[in-house]
């Protein structure tokens, strides 16, 4: 037997999602996360499979893992005390940023005080030029002078941006030998090895970042490796990426920027492979765990990507899966204002101590509480049994939420739902805005264990064609992680003309990249199959200040056709603006690589759909839509491809329960997903 394990680690539970190599078929299992001792939780889970379920440890040849350390790192401030060095005259390059308030509609808004105080950016001299020439050569005695003072302030790691770094890292390279001789116990993360692309903030912001998380994430990482060796585990461990993929776990302790929305970005791969499975052409990701709701566009089976995503208050411009987070997840604590009015999140209440129904020392009301009060939660376990719902422990932390706002406990704790959707729907309507996008022809599939819970109340306020829940939708987020490929990005800043000589030059670069992708993934990675490369160009018309990504053919590079890639670019313009200009001047400011090793797929079985009502296994009195209702259970493993069912309705299983609105009605389509629609939709059809 040869079994391949992920595993997604969020606030509230640990999802485990295992492939049988021999039969095909996929199990599922939840545990609680154990956020004071990160890394138990796997070996409690590795326990928990080998004893409920037979699946030995020394029988895994695939093991890879998302983790939030890295960003939970960076919103609780809880990194390395660091210092930058600069070259002189850019010490506020931090401080400055590019001077746009966070909200430009709130005149109260103000940027995040940066992860290094502006008493610990030191400036060297040096000088770089902007095509990689010297003009100020570095001078050794101020680096040494920057790194003693770092050292008496405090400073444990030394990020080091310098100006032009991208063109010619030579002097960035120099500083870490200078500063390793004489302090070898100083972690030194360098730029240019960071993320080498133009533009001072952008470049350093990012090395700060993944200079701040570094000795944690390693840390835990060593941990985690640790962890496997003692349960004996064969697998080679790989660890998640924020474009997706995954990496060795040994070059995420070098890599930690390349990590750290790992977790999102794995329900996305796992929700896109959904839609293409059951051929949904344009998609919404909906995962809503313990702490946050993430929302992605997924369009033609291929999530969004984009670079200066938000890690806490901080954008990283490394590329990853363009994710949107909402701070309403199940344990999302509900309060009150000083105004009196409801509020829900972002505080959350994890795993420890959970929401009050979990009955684990709770005692303050969240959107679970919310909805175990309404009666849908009432119906037996969460988590594949980790907790039982006790309604009345719900109840009692509401009822001081009632008698403030003047209402019924029900009343009380559907207003609670209502904020959390209201808070959903505005930062999903801003999404779709960005996207150019209408709602009314997306699917929603929704995920993580308070998903389908939420989804009909989404899918309703935003008009959604339809909403789709996975199989296993607790889980879906390890399950990307089982599926996602080995896959790397390079970056090389170029800033040419798109003309016969710009594009000569484009074509060492080039080869370049290749090199260093394919040693990346078949000699650091040790992959031995298949590798895809994509190739692609941020461009931009001459003089203007944002740039496109644009896909390009490596033939075209290599026979230097000018109107090829003039012509994509002109075709991406107009795409994204409507509008483009084929006679102006192009400019190729960044050439990209991705490299995928293509790892193998589970083939799910297919079921022919047999029309008939489904089976209710009971009923139970239910509050929605502001009055008690009868609503009908139903057993999703019971369940079979054409079932179908209307609202109000309660379909549980294992790792999560899915809430039927009373206008909705569903199916069970062959993949064993519940395809449902608003009535208004079905009837239209």
């Not at 200078?178 to 470049?203: A, K």
């Not at 959390?420 to 309507?429: D, I, K, N, P, R």
């Not at 079985?605 to 029309?611: C, G, H, I, R, Y």
Request: negative net charge.
């Amino acid at each position: 037997m040869a079994y391949r394990v992920a595993v997604d680690i969020g606030g509230t539970f640990t999802d485990f999602c295992v492939f049988d190599d021999e039969t095909r078929k996929i199990e599922t299992l939840k545990v609680l996360s154990t956020p004071d001792k990160p890394g138990s939780e796997i070996i409690s889970g590795l326990k928990e499979l080998a004893c409920s379920k037979g699946i030995k440890a020394g029988c895994i040849t695939w093991f890879s893992h998302g983790t939030t350390v890295g960003i939970n790192t960076v919103i609780q401030r809880r990194g390395a005390r660091l210092a930058l060095i600069v070259t002189t005259g850019f010490e506020d390059v931090l401080e400055l940023a590019r001077l746009k308030v966070p909200d430009p509609y709130n005149i109260f808004s103000r940027r995040p005080t940066p992860l290094v105080p502006r008493e610990r950016v030191y400036g060297i001299t040096e000088r770089m030029l902007k095509d990689g020439s010297i003009e100020t050569p570095l001078d050794r005695a101020s680096v040494e002078r920057v790194v003693r003072a770092a050292r008496r302030d405090g400073a444990d790691t030394i990020v080091v941006a310098l100006l032009h770094s991208y063109a010619n890292p030579e002097h960035e390279r120099q500083v870490r030998t200078f500063i390793n001789e004489s302090h070898d116990d100083m972690e030194v993360t360098l730029s240019s090895e960071v993320w080498p692309v133009i533009r001072e903030y952008e470049r350093t912001v990012t090395a700060t970042v993944a200079g701040y998380v570094q000795r944690r994430v390693a840390h835990y990482l060593s941990a985690f490796q640790q962890a496997l060796n003692e349960a004996e585990v064969p697998a080679l461990p790989l660890i998640g990426k924020s474009n997706g993929g995954v990496m060795s776990a040994e070059a995420g302790k070098k890599d930690p920027i390349s990590m750290l929305l790992s977790g999102t970005a794995a329900g996305v791969i796992g929700a896109a492979d959904i839609a293409r499975r059951v051929g949904r052409d344009e998609v919404l990701s909906f995962d809503v765990g313990g702490t946050s709701a993430d929302v992605a566009v997924i369009r033609d089976g291929s999530a969004a990507y984009g670079s200066g995503e938000l890690v806490g208050e901080f954008p990283i411009f490394v590329p990853t899966v363009s994710v949107t987070s909402i701070g309403e997840g199940g344990g999302s604590i509900a309060w009150i204002d000083d105004f009196g009015v409801l509020k829900v999140g972002p505080e959350s209440a994890g795993s420890s101590p959970g929401p009050a129904c979990y009955d684990r020392g709770g005692n303050r009301p969240t959107i679970t509480d919310a909805f175990a009060t309404l009666g849908v939660l009432s119906a037996g376990k969460l988590g594949y049994g980790a907790v039982e719902i006790k309604p009345e422990k719900a109840r009692d932390t509401l009822k001081p939420l009632a008698e403030q706002l003047d209402l019924s406990i029900e009343q009380a704790a559907e207003s609670v739902i209502q904020i959390a959707v209201s808070g959903m729907f505005l930062e999903t309507s801003k999404l779709m805005s960005r996207q150019g996008a209408d709602p009314r022809s997306f699917s929603l599939v929704a995920f993580g264990g308070a998903g389908p819970m939420t989804a009909c109340h989404l899918g309703r306020e935003l008009g959604l064609a339809e909403v789709i829940i996975p199989p296993t939708p607790g889980v879906l987020s390890a399950y990307g992680g089982l599926i996602a490929d080995i896959r790397n990005d390079f970056i090389r800043t170029v800033m040419i003309e798109v003309s016969s000589i710009g594009l000569e030059t484009l074509q060492p670069v080039a080869d370049e990249l290749e090199a260093e992708a394919r040693n990346w993934l078949f000699l650091e990675q040790a992959f031995d199959g298949d590798a895809q490369l994509i190739w692609t160009a941020d461009m931009r018309y001459h003089g203007q200040s944002y740039e496109i990504e644009t896909a390009i053919d490596r033939q075209a590079l290599d026979a230097a056709d000018i109107n090829a890639i003039a012509t994509a670019f002109h075709h991406a313009h107009h795409r994204v603006y409507d509008h483009s200009d084929p006679d102006a001047a192009v400019q190729i400011v960044n050439l990209r690589l991705v490299v995928a090793g293509t790892v193998p797929k589970p083939t799910l079985p297919l079921s022919k759909e047999k029309p008939g009502r489904a089976n209710a296994a009971g009923e139970t009195r239910v509050w929605l839509d502001g009055k008690w209702q009868q609503a009908a259970i139903y057993d999703r493993k019971h369940l079979s491809a054409g079932d179908r069912f209307s609202g109000p309705a309660i379909i549980g299983q294992d790792d999560t329960t899915t809430i039927v609105l009373p206008d909705f009605e569903g199916r069970v389509d062959g993949a064993s997903n519940l395809i449902l629609h608003s009535r208004e939709k079905s009837d239209a059809n």
